[in-house]
């Protein structure tokens, strides 16, 4: 991750979702599939179609859910625990990657347009799900 973040964005939560041998696809992967949290529907979406790639490049999957902090609480004490964001996400991926690395990050932000920027390389391999426009 870029070290030159803006103030207002915390990165909290990077913890493995699923347990998995390490011989098996993504280990120590030279590529990361960046999967970006929109809606549950969006996600699981996304997230499958990410296995898919992250199994043809021998990628690890990085799940990235910005949680967006009021101003009205601290940027480190969100409203909803991030814990309880971590765990709903685990179950969403253990149910469509049983074989692969998946990496939940989750960041603290004031703004979402704001935080992916800050956090993600340049020339990211990155998934957004959503409805087909």
Same mark, same amino acid.
């Given at each position: 991750?870029? $070290?030159?973040?803006?103030?207002? @964005?915390?990165?909290?939560? $990077?913890?493995?979702?699923?347990? +998995?041998? !390490? &011989? ?14 929109? #809606?549950?529907?969006?996600?699981? *979406?996304?997230?499958? #179609? ?6 043809? @490049?021998? %990628? ?16 480190? +004490?969100?409203?909803?625990? #991030?814990?309880?964001? &971590?765990? !709903?996400?685990?179950?969403? %991926? ?6 692969? &690395?998946? +990496?939940?990050? +989750?960041? @603290? ?9 800050? *956090?993600?390389?340049? &020339?990211?391999?990155? @998934? *957004?799900?959503?409805? !087909? !426009?």
């Amino acid at each position: 991750m870029s $070290e030159s973040r803006k103030p207002g @964005l915390l990165t909290v939560g $990077e913890q493995m979702a699923i347990p +998995v041998p !390490r &011989e098996c696809s993504g280990f120590d992967a030279k590529f990361e599939v960046n999967v970006i949290f929109t #809606t549950w529907l969006g996600a699981q *979406v996304a997230l499958h #179609t990410a296995s898919k790639w992250a199994r043809c @490049l021998g %990628a690890r999957i990085v799940r990235w859910f910005p949680q967006i902090v009021p101003r009205q609480f601290s940027i480190t +004490v969100p409203p909803v625990p #991030t814990t309880f964001t &971590e765990q !709903r996400l685990q179950s969403l %991926a253990a149910a469509g990657c049983e074989d692969l &690395e998946i +990496v939940i990050r +989750v960041c @603290l932000c004031r703004d979402k347009e704001q935080c992916l920027p800050n *956090v993600l390389e340049p &020339e990211s391999i990155i @998934l *957004v799900g959503g409805k !087909r !426009r």
